[in-house]
């Protein structure tokens, strides 16, 4: 395995910290190093110094950036992840998200799953829809898929899945939203028509500025790659793109707690979800409302 010089690993770990908020600590190196290596094969270079003069100089489109990220980034995801948070949402926090808009004369519902990874939490997200509310038929819901990663994106599309995948789907929703198929489990195309999946950086500030309308947003197991200055920006963007009572989830190993005051926790039966206040400041250009935060 190629070894690191202390100056290129940190200026590796720096150039994608800058970029994706993912900050690795010198206990990553080995791993770092592995990577690099692999790359330094795959594109025939003497050494990771000609390799980080690849990435600053010979690499305008940022498309060995983007190699490098995605053998970087960690993707391990399943339906039904952290199932009770899930249950805190789909029979406390829709019911009263549902009842709000068909007051307010709105049928439409959008939720975000930010950093999707294989697509798994918004399959996930668009299921507990179409089961949990009863009058599905007169809502626009849409789920919108996102990650940095391409590769795992063409795998969301695809929708099709090993049994690990679906271990703990329960088994009512396996038969009812899933088709059996060579080598396991394809999302039917019902379920499938409801996520729209897309190639999205959360450190992307235009990109995440055009992400609007959200209803309930979950972003779980990503923020604890990133540092608290990478999370504060990230939350900043998920606060404006929530609409106001909309939700947050983050993991479990997650919190906004030190990074932000911006949002009202909820806790039930020992689950966490953080609102965005119903009618607070509104009609305050959003980057006013960021530097108070
Ligand atoms: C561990 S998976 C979490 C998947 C899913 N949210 C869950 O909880 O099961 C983390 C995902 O975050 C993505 N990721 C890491 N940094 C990112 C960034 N800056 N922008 C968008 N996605 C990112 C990775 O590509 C990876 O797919």
Redesign the pocket.
Known sequence: MTGLDPEVFEAIRDLVYRR???AFDDRKRAFVASRVARRLAELDLEGPVEYLRHLRYADPEGSEFQTLVELL??????FF?EYDQLALFANHLLPELADRKREAGDRRLRLW?A???TG??AYTLAIILRACLDDFEDWRVEVLG????RR?LSTARRATYGRRAVKDVPQPYLEAYFDRVDGGFRVRDEIRSLVRFEQ????DDPAMERIRGMDTT?????LI?FDDAARRRVLSHFYDALHPGGYLFL?HSESVARISDAFEMQRVEGEIAYRKPLEKEEGVPAHRRRAAR
């Open positions: 994706t908020g993912i980034t960690t993707n391990e995801t399943y992840r799953s950093a999707c990874s798994d939490e996102t990650d940095i990663d795992v999205l950086n959360l450190l979950f972003c779980r197991n990503v790659y993991g």
